[in-house]
């Protein structure tokens, strides 16, 4: 039993020190205050003073968008990504619009992880933006 | 067959440790959608767990620290079944995480099952050998 919790801290230590280096090293790549810098959010009504010059992408599961989005929203969700995607770039998409994403607050993050995917993976040049309160906080301000 | 079981759940650990080191961000954010836990520890478990996984799989092949690696393991193995079913039951759709980008591919019945195949295979590690009558 001692030998067992000797081990086990001596493990826990270990793998302490290349974790410690790797922040260090790290540490101006890393947001360490908050998972979405707050310039990448947009109000509900800054959204709407962009009018037509926006194009709305619902992030949340299909079902929940078949049920009702915001007007003209297209959607791009990850559970089908590629087929999603390549149907937006095809229609909706233009490299002059603003994009703002949304997701329903209780699963808000998928709002994120799609604007970094369009950012990231897609490599749109538009400015990508999520939209602060989601889906609930637009239906508060219909 | 022990051996085996331990070089197969030893790789697979640092295989998992392996991918995660790469994006420690990407990890921090599956840990933070778990919503267990605020997002500056999120980020330094990102940085730690793997590296952890990985030491812990090194054990299990290895041999060295093998006791403990297993007891690290099957703590872990432990702690994610039951933060993935908190999860789930409070009606989070969450990627496990478990093998970075990967792990978006595998649903909640694939994750759990897995997890109890794991850890079926570290409690035939506890087993000692029966002695020789």
């Not at chain 1, 999603?84 to 699963?107: M, N, R």
């Not at chain 1, 970094?116 to 933006?129: F, V």
């Not at chain 2, 620290?65 to 703590?75: D, E, H, N, P, S």
């Not at chain 2, 994610?80 to 999860?87: D, E, R, T």
Request: charged letters at 20%.
């Amino acid at each position: 039993m001692k030998a067992l919790l000797r081990q086990s801290a001596l493990l826990v230590g270990l793998a302490l020190l290349p974790a410690v280096v790797q922040a260090l090293y790290l540490r101006e790549k890393i947001p360490w205050q908050s998972r979405v810098a707050e310039s990448d959010f947009v109000e509900v009504d800054t959204a709407r003073g962009w009018a037509a010059n926006i194009i709305w992408v619902d992030a949340r599961p299909s079902e929940e968008f078949e049920r009702d989005h915001i007007p003209g929203a297209v959607s791009l969700n990850e559970d089908r990504w590629d087929e999603g995607l390549s149907q937006f770039l095809g229609t909706q998409w233009s490299p002059e619009k603003k994009i703002v994403v949304y997701c329903s607050a209780a699963s808000c993050n998928l709002a994120e992880d799609v604007a970094r995917r369009l950012r990231e993976e897609a490599k749109l040049p538009n400015d990508i933006r999520i939209l602060k309160g989601g889906w609930e906080a637009w239906l508060a301000k219909k | 067959m022990k051996r085996i079981v331990a070089i197969l759940i030893g790789g697979l650990f640092i295989y998992a440790g392996a991918v995660k080191i790469i994006d420690p961000v990407e990890f921090a954010r599956d840990i933070d959608n778990y919503k267990m836990l605020p997002w500056q520890p999120s980020v330094w478990l990102a940085l730690y767990l793997p590296w952890l996984e990985i030491f812990c799989g090194l054990a299990l092949i290895t041999r060295v620290f093998f006791r403990g690696g297993v007891f690290i393991i099957t703590a872990l193995m432990s702690l994610f079944i039951v933060v993935s079913i908190a999860a789930k039951t409070r009606g989070l759709d969450v990627s496990c995480g478990c093998f970075g980008h990967a792990s978006k591919y595998l649903n909640f019945s694939w994750h759990l099952a897995l997890d109890f195949l794991l850890l079926g295979g570290l409690l035939l590690l506890w087993k000692r050998p029966s002695p020789v009558p």
